[in-house]
């Protein structure tokens, strides 16, 4: 096995599965091969079909792997740290991510040398997600001080940015959903943001006051929208607004407010999904 693993379970317990730690994979496949389900349709006489829909269930592996030496120890980590009922992180490489729940506990021969093992873990969302996030300023301060410096050569703390338009590149190579914080440093009145290739569109229809930061996610676990100041602002949400992902490639996003525009610090972050990774 050329990679490490590590399970991280809800509870806090972790196990890492390597050549060092003793614990070695021999099967694994949520690694790539991801298979989607396409539905077609044909009308009379057509040769060949329409493409109707495309859908990706959750996918569930079999881990499989054994105990290198005496087993005892190896055992015991393997059943306290992967339990059912609970959610846990998968990390490939500490480079890649994968939310999973237990599907079979582990099973273990009884064999104290060189013991194999194997467990179940199903994904409900079946994308490798990086576990670098890329940030990008949209409005604001972008700052650009950075050690180390060169005192004798002028340098800039930060950029302002009063662009409506900001590109917006998403390496992974599926969409993805986002986390967006607007901070407004003043008075500033319903904040958009439109992609302007698809005219999807996210509003928030809300008056913001001075020192107010509201942060809204759109990710895979579903759509959130947080004020310091008012709690949860879901509700105020636009009724048009389409709720968009980035897509793979290039996004163009125009960003505006009806009022105080100038007023608002706004950045977008996300992390690259992958539907297959190599290790």
């Known amino acids: 096995m050329q990679y490490t693993m590590q399970y991280i379970s809800a509870a806090g317990g972790s196990i890492t599965f390597s050549l060092k ?135 800039k703390f930060g950029d302002l940015i009063s662009s409506y338009f900001t590109s917006i590149y998403n390496a992974g190579q599926v969409p993805t959903g986002f986390e967006l914080e607007i901070y407004a440093s003043g008075a500033a009145e319903n904040p958009r943001f439109e992609d302007i290739e698809t005219g999807d569109m996210l509003k928030i229809n809300k008056a913001l006051d001075a020192g107010e930061r509201i942060t809204i996610s759109t990710t895979n676990d579903g759509l959130t929208a947080i004020s310091n100041v008012a709690g949860d602002i879901e509700g105020l949400i636009d009724i048009d607004s389409t709720l968009f992902s980035l897509r793979s490639g290039d996004n163009v996003i125009r960003y505006d407010a009806d009022s105080g525009r100038e007023n608002l610090t706004v950045s977008i972050r996300f992390s690259n999904k992958y539907a297959g990774v190599v290790v």
């Open 21 to 155: 730690s003793g614990l070695i994979i021999t099967d694994f496949s949520l690694l790539s091969g991801l298979p989607v389900t396409i539905s077609t349709s044909q009308s009379v006489s057509q040769i060949g079909g329409t493409v109707e829909s495309q859908l990706i269930d959750p996918r569930s592996s079999t881990i499989k792997g054994f105990i290198r030496g005496n087993g005892v120890e190896g055992k015991r980590r393997l059943l306290s740290v992967i339990r059912p009922l609970e959610k846990a992180k998968i990390l490939v490489n500490n480079q890649y991510s994968m939310d999973v729940y237990v599907s079979d506990t582990p099973a273990v021969e009884r064999e104290n040398m060189f013991p194999q093992f194997e467990f179940g873990v199903t994904a409900p969302y079946p994308f490798w997600q990086s576990t670098a996030e890329t940030a990008v300023p949209m409005a604001g301060i972008a700052g650009r001080f950075q050690f180390p410096w060169n005192l004798t050569q002028p340098y």
